[in-house]
């Protein structure tokens, strides 16, 4: 049995800045996870980005070397303490989902795109419904994109608990080429592995020759 080709990965490797911008996105994350970090050596200076506001008041483009200016730093610090910031607030996130979900409907959102992934407990005023799109800008150092659809809703109710979890896959939706794909594997036109061992513009140029044929 000849072996399966490994699957060239597609990996989304953030700038500083644009991890910078994530964090801009979503200030409230940054103020728990301050909240909860007193001891940690960004904390002075994730401080100061939130009483700057992150510099949101400022319509050109502000750099790293600015910002490591501004806070009498040198930019290989605040790159290196950027990058800290967003990856604990993921930790913390995991950690404690509690603290980021508010008022609303508590849920998990498992997030992809191509071989990229994250999840975020989160709540929202409503729950959104599959094939509905998402945006979501604070995400996009971990996976390369702001826009999503949701793929799947999934409702589990246990000891008189109900958690809600949202499955969103990057990109642009189309549902035809959803309803495509799902026909071709029901009628055993290719095999459900594929979908973990193919890219989807693989997986794609596949359904287009079976229904061209």
């Avoid at 809703?153 to 959803?178: P, S």
Wanted: proline share 3%.
């Amino acid at each position: 049995m000849g072996r399966t080709k490994e699957r060239r990965k597609i990996l989304h490797e953030p700038s500083s800045h644009e991890i910078f911008y994530c964090l801009c996105g979503m200030p409230s994350y940054c103020k728990i996870l301050a909240d909860q970090s007193d001891d940690k050596p960004y904390i002075d200076f994730l401080k100061w980005l939130i009483e700057k506001n992150f510099f949101n008041d400022r319509t050109e483009k502000i750099s790293i070397k600015k910002i490591a200016t501004d806070f009498k730093s040198d930019s290989t610090k605040v790159t290196k303490w950027i990058k800290i910031i967003y990856e604990e607030i993921f930790e913390l996130n995991f950690d404690k989902p509690e603290l980021f979900q508010g008022d609303g409907i508590r849920l998990s959102m498992y997030i992809r795109h191509y071989d990229n992934g994250c999840t975020i407990y989160t709540s929202l005023p409503v729950l959104p419904r599959e094939f509905e799109t998402i945006r979501f800008p604070f995400v996009k150092g971990k996976v390369g994109t702001d826009q999503f659809w949701v793929k799947k809703v999934e409702h589990q109710i246990e000891d008189d608990i109900a958690t809600v979890t949202l499955w969103l896959d990057g990109g642009t939706l189309n549902k035809y080429r959803e309803f495509a794909l799902d026909k071709a594997l029901f009628q055993g036109w290719i095999h459900f592995m594929d979908i973990y061992d193919k890219h989807s513009f693989e997986l794609d140029d596949e359904i287009k020759k079976i229904y061209k044929n």
